[in-house]
Protein backbone atom coordinates (compact mmCIF):
# COMPACT_ATOMS: atom_id res chain seq x y z
CA UNK A 1 0.00 0.00 0.00
CA UNK A 2 1.37 3.41 -1.33
CA UNK A 3 0.88 6.19 1.69
CA UNK A 4 2.50 9.39 3.52
CA UNK A 5 2.34 9.57 6.86
CA UNK A 6 2.83 12.70 8.54
CA UNK A 7 3.94 13.37 12.65
CA UNK A 8 5.26 15.48 14.46
CA UNK A 9 2.46 18.26 15.01
CA UNK A 10 1.35 19.61 18.51
CA UNK A 11 0.25 22.56 20.34
CA UNK A 12 3.57 25.05 20.68
CA UNK A 13 3.87 28.73 21.97
CA UNK A 14 4.91 31.75 19.99
CA UNK A 15 8.75 31.28 18.89
CA UNK A 16 8.97 27.63 19.26
CA UNK A 17 9.55 24.66 17.11
CA UNK A 18 8.62 21.64 15.81
CA UNK A 19 10.14 19.21 13.60
CA UNK A 20 7.23 17.60 11.43
CA UNK A 21 8.41 14.16 9.64
CA UNK A 22 6.67 12.56 6.32
CA UNK A 23 7.35 8.99 6.25
CA UNK A 24 6.78 6.96 2.81
CA UNK A 25 5.75 3.57 2.55
CA UNK A 26 5.11 1.41 -0.38
CA UNK A 27 7.38 3.03 -2.77
CA UNK A 28 11.06 5.36 -2.85
CA UNK A 29 10.79 9.28 -1.76
CA UNK A 30 14.41 9.39 -3.30
CA UNK A 31 12.05 9.39 -6.80
CA UNK A 32 9.68 12.34 -6.58
CA UNK A 33 9.21 15.62 -5.21
CA UNK A 34 8.14 16.49 -2.05
CA UNK A 35 5.63 19.45 -1.10
CA UNK A 36 4.58 21.03 2.14
CA UNK A 37 1.19 22.34 2.64
CA UNK A 38 -1.03 23.44 4.79
CA UNK A 39 -4.50 24.76 5.44
CA UNK A 40 -5.14 27.29 8.13
CA UNK A 41 -8.67 27.39 9.95
CA UNK A 42 -10.98 28.31 7.15
CA UNK A 43 -8.43 28.98 4.51
CA UNK A 44 -7.28 27.57 1.54
CA UNK A 45 -4.21 24.59 1.45
CA UNK A 46 -0.92 26.56 0.72
CA UNK A 47 2.23 25.37 -0.10
CA UNK A 48 4.95 26.18 2.10
CA UNK A 49 8.04 24.09 0.91
CA UNK A 50 9.34 21.81 -1.76
CA UNK A 51 12.31 19.57 -2.20
CA UNK A 52 13.30 18.52 -6.06
CA UNK A 53 13.33 14.75 -6.09
CA UNK A 54 17.45 15.10 -6.07
CA UNK A 55 17.33 17.35 -3.72
CA UNK A 56 19.10 20.03 -5.73
CA UNK A 57 16.68 22.72 -4.73
CA UNK A 58 14.24 23.40 -2.25
CA UNK A 59 11.47 26.39 -2.57
CA UNK A 60 9.98 28.38 0.19
CA UNK A 61 6.47 30.49 0.67
CA UNK A 62 8.02 33.97 1.72
CA UNK A 63 5.53 33.99 4.58
CA UNK A 64 7.79 30.96 5.95
CA UNK A 65 11.74 32.03 4.59
CA UNK A 66 14.30 31.94 7.07
CA UNK A 67 11.98 29.77 9.71
CA UNK A 68 11.67 26.67 7.81
CA UNK A 69 13.54 24.43 6.57
CA UNK A 70 13.10 21.30 4.53
CA UNK A 71 15.34 17.95 3.90
CA UNK A 72 14.77 14.25 2.74
CA UNK A 73 16.60 11.29 4.24
CA UNK A 74 16.72 8.49 1.83
CA UNK A 75 18.07 5.88 4.08
CA UNK A 76 14.99 6.67 6.06
CA UNK A 77 12.36 7.30 3.45
CA UNK A 78 11.75 10.28 5.20
CA UNK A 79 11.28 14.22 4.38
CA UNK A 80 11.33 16.62 7.52
CA UNK A 81 10.36 20.22 7.60
CA UNK A 82 11.48 21.86 10.34
CA UNK A 83 10.06 25.14 11.64
CA UNK A 84 10.73 27.63 13.97
CA UNK A 85 10.24 31.21 15.38
CA UNK A 86 6.63 29.45 15.37
CA UNK A 87 3.79 32.17 14.78
CA UNK A 88 0.10 31.70 15.35
CA UNK A 89 -0.32 32.86 11.78
CA UNK A 90 1.55 29.09 11.66
CA UNK A 91 -1.38 27.45 12.62
CA UNK A 92 -2.88 24.75 10.43
CA UNK A 93 -3.03 21.16 9.00
CA UNK A 94 0.44 20.88 7.44
CA UNK A 95 0.14 17.99 4.30
CA UNK A 96 2.97 16.43 2.40
CA UNK A 97 2.59 15.19 -0.89
CA UNK A 98 4.58 13.57 -3.53
CA UNK A 99 4.91 14.06 -7.57
CA UNK A 100 6.90 11.06 -9.38
CA UNK A 101 9.74 12.48 -11.45
CA UNK A 102 9.99 11.23 -14.50
CA UNK A 103 12.59 7.80 -15.06
CA UNK A 104 15.12 10.30 -17.55
CA UNK A 105 15.40 13.39 -14.89
CA UNK A 106 18.27 13.99 -13.13
CA UNK A 107 16.78 16.26 -10.53
CA UNK A 108 12.94 17.32 -11.02
CA UNK A 109 10.72 19.76 -9.38
CA UNK A 110 7.05 19.68 -11.40
CA UNK A 111 4.39 21.43 -9.82
CA UNK A 112 6.68 22.02 -6.64
CA UNK A 113 8.64 24.54 -8.37
CA UNK A 114 5.90 27.11 -8.03
CA UNK A 115 4.47 25.10 -4.52
CA UNK A 116 1.43 24.05 -6.07
CA UNK A 117 -0.48 20.87 -5.80
CA UNK A 118 -1.78 20.25 -9.01
CA UNK A 119 1.18 17.33 -9.73
CA UNK A 120 1.35 15.82 -6.28
CA UNK A 121 0.14 11.89 -6.65
CA UNK A 122 0.60 11.11 -3.46
CA UNK A 123 -1.05 12.89 -0.24
CA UNK A 124 -0.65 12.09 3.40
CA UNK A 125 -3.57 12.65 6.11
CA UNK A 126 -1.89 15.99 7.70
CA UNK A 127 -0.96 16.69 11.18
CA UNK A 128 -2.03 19.47 13.25
CA UNK A 129 0.13 22.33 14.11
CA UNK A 130 -1.53 24.54 16.84
CA UNK A 131 0.05 28.16 17.88
CA UNK A 132 -0.63 29.49 20.95
CA UNK A 133 0.19 30.53 24.36
Known amino acids: QLQLVESGGGLVQPGGSLRLSCAASGFTLGYYAIGWFRQAPGKEREGVSC????????YYADSVKGRFTMSRDNAKNTVYLQINSLKPEDTGVYYCAAEQAPPSAADYSGSCRTLEEYGMDYWGKGTLVTVSS
Open 51 to 58: ISSSDLNI
